[in-house]
């Protein structure tokens, strides 16, 4: 099994191929100054616009991913001062119920954990080079659209 990430006192961004755990998110985001902890944790559901889904694969330009996880992390740490984040990405299948994310921000008060974990998962839904393939009964699958490496032209 591997995991591939980056940590600092401040930001933990990895992707993995373990099964995610939160206790490991808690743990890295826990601080004796931060009176809230907020908790994003993205798992697979069993169904998508009508299909019967029976689970997801994941994959991802792994430095790519990981350099967006990081830059959206310090973005994130600018706009709300002393907060400290968490993200994990999984890599790989899974089956319904799998989680696929979890991010997990601390903060002196809830409002600047709240803003920010909403944030991070908004901008990584936007930004980071992650596709998903779904699978459905008979063996059918289909992948999602997801996000382009070609930057977009303004012109």
Not at 27 to 43: E, K, Y
Not at 108 to 132: G, M
Request: aromatic share 10%; hydrophobic share 35%; net charge neutral.
């Amino acid at each position: 099994m591997w995991g591939l990430g980056t940590m600092s006192k401040q930001i933990s961004v990895n992707i993995s191929n373990e099964i995610l755990d939160i206790q490991d998110a808690y743990n890295f985001v826990c601080d004796p100054a931060h009176g809230a902890i907020d908790l994003f944790i993205g798992a697979v559901r069993n169904n998508h616009q009508g299909q019967n889904v029976q689970g997801i694969t994941y994959d991802m330009h792994d430095t790519l991913s990981r350099q967006s996880f990081e830059d959206i992390a310090k973005e994130a740490c600018n706009k709300w001062k002393d907060i400290k984040i968490y993200i994990n990405h999984y890599k790989g299948d899974l089956p319904i119920g799998g989680i696929s994310i979890i991010i997990a921000i601390s903060s002196t008060h809830r409002a600047e954990s709240f803003d920010a974990c909403r944030y991070v998962i908004e901008e990584i839904k936007k930004r980071s080079p992650i596709w998903k393939q779904e699978h459905y009964k008979y063996g059918r699958s289909s992948w999602l659209p997801g996000h382009s490496l070609r930057q977009e032209s303004n012109g």
